[in-house]
């Protein structure tokens, strides 16, 4: 493939820290890179309290042991989601309710919360699609006045700022994604980021396989026991020495991907003004880091012709999440709460172009060629 969909972010000091790593036997467990990482979260990032963990997924699923949620609570997410932010919660046995988004950003649509929530629900988990924040004043007023805890799935959006505020500060919990396909990557790895301190203490249990073992290790007592549920959540040495060179630049790893993005919205603008396509439409308050560009064709068909079109000309251009309420498994599990206006239609509509650190400025112009070639053909 001449330009794939995707290549994941290799910056040049991953190997210098890896060494660290391997070279000494001890430091698989001890090398210092997991407490630098989650410093650099602390102190440059703005959140509370941060961890690494092995994924965003293990980081959703320990979000809803935290929160404590059982078989009958409700959660109310946004349908457009990856299925994570769903099975998070399904794990434990509670009801998804899905809610509309706003169609230029592909956001949970804030206004559709209030009506959503019952009696059972429990919780509110907001995704920043394509690290785009949600209306947080809005969410966060909601959630007091209900009583609820929120759960922001920050998976795409490190270093990304809403009103000025870094994203993975909005929730009482929030949760980060650095896998191969991130911006800021590991490989597979991912975080939480623990923002309500009344949850600390439950989540050092649940982090370190339902035990005591952080109280242990900090020389309280003579050895760890069984407290209650959890699991093996902590990342590795090694991944956490991959990250750890990654965090430090990036800065420069978004503003490159932010370079990009802006290339494509500029250069496809005309087809936009032209409504042959819909360029992204974040709210003023958005301070994106470019994790993923994406436009919007007539319709599904459509989309399939120009996916097709672009694979002939040696360019990967991929979907998104197809809505969680449309399969069966997710109708089953779960409910969607008002209208869908936008979800499935705005969905359909939705393809990703490439984007990644090393994309070459002149393999994005290609892109947006083949894609006008596209349009002046039809
Ligand atoms: C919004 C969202 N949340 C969670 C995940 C899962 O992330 P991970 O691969 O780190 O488990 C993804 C995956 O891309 C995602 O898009």
New binding site residues.
């Given amino acids: 493939m001449k330009i794939p969909f995707f290549r994941t972010t290799i910056t040049g000091d991953e190997l210098k820290y890896t060494e660290q790593v391997l070279g000494n036997g001890d430091a698989f467990a001890n090398s210092g890179f997991v407490a630098k990482c989650e410093q650099f979260m602390v102190h440059r990032h703005g959140v509370e309290k941060f961890f690494l963990t092995k994924?965003?997924?293990?980081s959703?699923e320990l979000a809803a042991i935290i929160l404590d949620i059982k078989p009958g609570d409700e959660i109310i997410l946004p349908s457009y989601?990856?299925v994570?932010?769903a099975n998070a919660f399904a794990l434990r046995g509670a009801t998804c309710v899905f809610v509309d988004i706003h169609p230029g950003s592909m956001i949970v649509d804030e206004t559709k919360i209030e009506s959503a929530i019952t009696k059972k629900t429990k919780a509110i988990l907001t995704?920043n699609y394509a690290s785009v924040g949600c209306n947080y004043a809005v969410i966060k007023d909601i959630a007091k006045r209900h009583n609820l805890y929120i759960v922001e799935?920050n998976?795409?959006g490190i270093g990304a700022q809403h009103e000025g505020a870094f994203l993975g500060t909005f929730g009482d919990i929030s949760?980060f994604?650095?896998?191969h396909?991130k911006n800021v990557s590991c490989g597979q790895?991912?975080g939480i980021s623990i923002n309500n301190p009344a949850l600390l203490e439950k989540f050092y249990v649940h982090y370190e396989f339902g035990t005591n073992r952080r109280s242990f290790m900090a020389g309280s007592g003579d050895s760890y026991e069984w407290k209650n549920i959890g699991s093996n959540y902590p990342i590795s040495e090694l991944n956490a020495s991959m990250l750890f060179a990654q965090l430090e630049k990036m800065e420069a790893i978004n503003s490159r991907f932010m370079q990009l993005w802006n290339s494509y919205y500029a250069q496809l603008k005309q087809l936009d003004e032209k409504k042959l396509i819909t360029l992204p439409a974040p709210p003023q308050t958005a301070n994106n880091n470019g994790h993923c560009f994406f436009i919007k064709v007539k319709d599904d068909e459509k989309k399939k012709k120009l996916v097709n079109y672009l694979l002939e000309n040696d360019i990967q251009a991929r979907f998104h999440y197809t809505p969680l309420h449309s399969s069966k498994f997710g109708a089953d599990n779960g409910r969607f709460n008002g209208e869908d206006k936008y979800t499935s239609a705005e969905a359909h509509r939705l393809l990703r172009l490439p984007i990644y650190f090393d994309m070459k400025d002149a393999d994005l112009n290609f892109v947006v060629e083949v894609v006008n070639r596209f349009y002046s053909n039809r």
């Avoid at 994924?55 to 293990?58: G, L």
């Fill in positions: 994924s965003c997924t293990h959703l989601a990856f994570s932010c995704l799935d998976a795409h949760t994604s650095f896998d396909m790895g991912g």
